[in-house]
Every structure is written in C-alpha cells, then in structure tokens.
Nanobody
C-alpha cells in the first residue's frame, strides 16, 4: 500500500506563486511516475504535470511556462512550483503515483487533495 500526502495549497492573488509538495510512503520499491492533477468545481479531473522515473516531464498546455514539476533526491517526493497564478488555476490539486506491482501490474495511487484558490 502506498500513501500520498500533499501540502502547500492555499489562497493567493493572481500573479502569485505556490509550491505544492507530495510525499509517498509505504511499500515502495520504485515509482514509475508521479504527477499532479486538478479538479475545479463542475469540471473533470485533468492532468497538470507528470514526471517519470527517468525525469521526463509533461505539462498541460495551460500551465506550460508557468509551472515546474520536480522530484526530491529520494524520488518519493514530487513538487509543483506554480508561478503567475491565474483565477482559472483554482482547483483541488491531487498528487498521483504509478507504482509497479507483482507481475508488472501497475497500480495508481492518489492523495487526498489540496485546495488552491487564486483570486483576481
């Protein structure tokens, strides 16, 4: 079992910055990828950014150039630095981890979410 704990959400004004953190714990030999997703009221959950074991990153177009995903040295921690925040970035942000299990089955885990509110 893997647990993901997020922190760093909050309320900021447009143009401000926030840094989200997520720590994975539990029975982990390897994490294939970690990432951040978000869900605004009335909307579906969407990918924000991901980072693989090898360090490859992927971003949704709406945050490119404004956000940076990175990992800690132990590779069980992922960060999302968000700059130039906009009101449309307001959402609950969820940490995600993809972990291989027996026989190559991939398991997906989610954190509880952290609220990000950007006011204009």
């Amino acid at each position: 079992q893997v647990q993901l704990v997020e922190s760093g959400g909050g309320s900021v004004q447009a143009g401000g910055s926030l840094r989200l953190s997520c720590v994975a714990s539990g029975s982990i030999l390897r994490i294939n990828a970690m990432g951040w997703y978000r869900q605004a009221p009335g909307s579906q959950r969407e990918l924000v950014a991901t980072i693989t074991w090898a360090g490859s990153t992927n971003y949704v177009d709406s945050v490119k150039g404004r956000s940076t995903i990175s990992r800690g040295n132990a590779k069980n921690t992922v960060y999302l630095q968000m700059n130039s925040l906009k009101p449309e970035d307001t959402a609950v942000y969820y940490c995600n981890a993809v972990v291989p299990g027996p026989a190559g089955v991939l398991y997906e885990y989610w954190g509880q979410g952290t609220q990000v509110t950007v006011s204009s």
